[in-house]
């Protein structure tokens, strides 16, 4: 079984400052996914970076960055330049890298706050 | 591209009644993966359609049920509401490629009185 785990259930950062949120997992896997979704108060579940397992290389997405650590089973997200938009839940998220298993496995979510 | 549309937005039941929930995936998706959403238990997957077959299933019981049509559209449904049944329920649509990313909708929010 898969698990998702994110120790920070809240946190707060200032406008301008970096904030890095935290995410570990457990699976047997070796080809999987690794992603994180933003979910503002609209409720909308919205992408915001995406990592293969298999590259070794940290996935970047404008200020969105993450520290992925295979070994480890770590995968963290690093905000920068943080803006009031960013304010919302984050979840991390696993997915098999295996047809016919494309469902998301959800941690518990870090809501963060962006402080003006 | 329109994004995913789920109907109706929000939904009040009472105990034992049922009820089916709708999700438009974008255009051209031909998965479409379903979620509930608790404060206690936190996003679940219920299940995934693909081509009109039930592809995959979450630990849920047999009253959430759910079903795919031609046009790559689904439904949800659950029988005899309980209390435990009021959440978000999130559809997710995907290409189904290597890229595997899953675009989701608003939600509907089912209360159960």
């Known amino acids: 079984a898969q698990t998702v785990t994110q120790s920070q259930p809240e946190m707060s950062v200032q406008e301008a400052e970096t904030v890095t949120l935290s995410c570990t997992y457990d699976t047997s896997e070796n080809n999987y996914y690794l992603f994180w979704y933003k979910q503002p108060p609209s409720r909308q579940m919205i992408l915001v970076i995406r990592?293969?397992?298999?590259?070794?290389q940290n996935a970047t997405e404008n200020r969105f960055s993450v520290n992925f650590q295979k070994a480890a089973k770590s995968f963290s997200l690093k905000i920068s330049d943080s803006q009031l938009g960013d304010t919302a839940m984050y979840f991390c998220?696993?997915?098999?890298?295996?047809?016919?298993?494309?469902?998301?496995?959800f941690g518990t979510g870090t809501r963060l706050t962006v402080i003006p | 591209k329109a994004g995913v549309t789920q109907t109706p937005r929000y939904l009040i039941k009472t105990r034992g009644q049922q009820v089916t929930l709708s999700c438009s995936p974008i255009s051209g998706h031909r998965s479409v993966s379903w979620y509930q959403q608790t404060p206690g238990q936190g996003l679940q997957f219920l299940f995934e359609?693909?081509?009109?077959?039930?592809?995959n299933k979450g630990n849920f019981p047999g009253r959430f049920s759910g079903r795919q049509f031609s046009n790559s559209r689904s439904e949800m449904n659950v029988s005899t509401l309980e209390l435990g049944d009021s959440a978000l329920y999130l559809c997710?649509?995907?290409?189904?490629?290597?890229?595997?990313?899953?675009?989701f909708g608003a939600g509907t929010r089912l209360s159960v009185l």
């Open positions: 998220a696993f997915m098999k890298q295996q047809t016919g298993a494309n469902n998301l496995f």
């Open positions: 990592q293969e397992a298999y590259k070794q």
């Open positions: 997710a649509s995907s290409l189904d490629t290597v890229k595997n990313i899953q675009y």
């Open positions: 359609y693909f081509s009109e077959t039930q592809r």
